[in-house]
Nanobody, 129 residues
């Protein structure tokens, strides 16, 4: 079992930056890939970013490439999402999650919800215009 707790959400203005954090506990965390998703009201859960367990491999959704950065600190069991140049359409609940252990990240980084095993409860990000 892995427990994930997101934090850092809040209300910001368009163009602002925000850094989300995700604290992991439970099963060994440093051998598991991680990712961030978001879900806006009335919409499905959207892939934002993924990070491999080792090797520093990352992947991003098309809409956030160049503006968002995912990182992790295995020593602290933490995952981060730095978000820059936010726009109102990115208002959503942001979730961190861990990959299913069957994914190594060697040639593919998961980007679909069914490829993830454990989820946090989410943190709300609201971007005002």
């Amino acid at each position: 079992q892995v427990q994930l707790v997101e934090s850092g959400g809040g209300l910001v203005q368009a163009g602002d930056s925000l850094r989300l954090s995700c604290a992991a506990s439970g099963r060994t965390f440093d051998n598991t890939g991680v990712g961030w998703f978001r879900q806006a009201p009335g919409k499905g859960r959207e892939f934002v970013a993924a990070h491999s367990a080792s090797g520093g491999r990352t992947s991003y959704g098309d809409s956030v490439k160049g503006r968002f950065t995912i990182s992790r600190d295995n020593a602290k069991n933490m995952v981060y999402l730095q978000m820059n140049s936010l726009n109102p359409e990115e208002t959503a609940v942001y979730y961190c999650a861990t990959w299913l252990l069957s994914y190594s990240g060697d040639s593919y980084l998961p980007r679909y919800t069914q490829e993830y095993e454990y989820w946090g409860q989410g943190t709300q990000v609201t971007v005002s215009s």
